[in-house]
């Protein structure tokens, strides 16, 4: 890797540009773990130690732990930065101060204390208890907000529009409130998961590696993606990746669930392919969807699962969104399609990758290919440094975005924007999977129905429940869709 992010994106008038790298650079991310974590915790260490140091190039992890199951294939917490030594960026200056993360109540002296458990996350500005854990899917999830944390202090000074957490953040992933989880069962030894992937990309391959750090599951999953790995751009991003991967990025997913105990297959294609070569119609699988087209929204939307989880990422927000063919709620497309807004996110898109809204609209409408000309026009808008230009003709609309995607934008002075790659947004998505498929093995009740998360601010405590499109433009208005998946489902 050349750096973070910011190398990859043009000149920006000014020396803004430098100094967001600078920024990042000269701060050395210190973890400090205490030695009495137990090896699942200690996953989630890894975690954190995984997206901090894939935005941050100075980073020192102090003291050691083992680490239970996990994606990159180590056994103890000191052994993680070799191994995703290639997903890294290069140091442009010497750092000169240091931001101290804890793992533990017994670490004294930090700037950050990580805590909680299975399904509480604890960050806070004093020490914080690490809990016994059968799936640390809370400690995860605070890995998350302290990575942001960490990104929030050292950009916040150049105009990155924050809002700092207070002295603690205590949230859970049961129902999402501002408090510690509610009492909820005992998660069994044994989690059986049926699962269907659409989108093996930062958060599909994020959820995977996730339930890579969770001993016990079995059942089935199917892993879709019609996309290749792009060993440059894509490791920084993705959390689970030591930045070694080849081919196929459904089957590398599909490989990480098969290492979680999952029996996998993958299709390396379109969710609509997929959808038409299955036998019957209808999915009674969990269908996770973290596809980020249009066209592919719809064909997840036209899958007609029984219960679809969507994900979304922009810039530094997320949601994770649970949908049913059979209410009045929501459907995986209905957002898309009401007040135009299949018009706007094109036009958000044209506009992010400088060409015209009619050109990415045929993109998107026939799974085009950048041209000569697509990249010559994205050069010219500034969209893109022309020396890294030359190797995304023939590739997707989505390879030009992807630039843009997952990404903190700081104001500058100059008007014009830098960015940072935000491998935690992807890590906190991956996290919001996770725990709604742990809740449906354990059969307990999952999202209601809409978690909203901003990565530059901290969790509102809530959870909403959007309402199905009225329009009658969305697919899941048909009524012959809606006899036909009550027959399926009853
Ligand atoms: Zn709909």
Known sequence: MTGVDVAHLPPIAGTSDESVRRAIDTRKIVVCVEDCLDPVAGSAAAALVSVLARTFPHIDVRGDVAVGANPWGVSMLSEVLAVIERARPAATA???HEYVIAVGASIGAADLWLGGGDWTALVGRGPQPVQRCRTALGLHAGAAFAAAEAVKTALGP??????PMADLLSWNLIDYHLTPAPPVAAIPERLAIDLVLFGAGSVGSTIAGILACISGLCGNAVVVDPDIFDATRNP???PASTGNE??????????????????SEHHAGQAGDWVRRQEHPGVAAIVVSSVDTLDGRLQVADAVARTTLTLGVGGMALHLQRSHHDDELACPFCEYVSAAPALTQTAARAAAVGLTIERVGDLELNHGLLTDGDIHAAVAAGRLDPARAADLVGRRLEDLLRRAYAEASVPTVGGGETRVGAPYVSLMAGVLAAAELVKSAMGIPLVDRRVDIDLTGVPLGVVSRPPRDVSGRCTCSSGLRRRWAARLYG
């Open 246 to 263: 080849v081919g196929s990025k459904a089957a590398w997913v599909a490989q990480l669930l098969a290492g979680a105990g999952l029996s």
């Open 236 to 238: 920084p991003r993705y």
């Open 94 to 96: 010497d750092a000169d």
């Open 158 to 163: 150049l105009g990155m529009l924050v809002v």
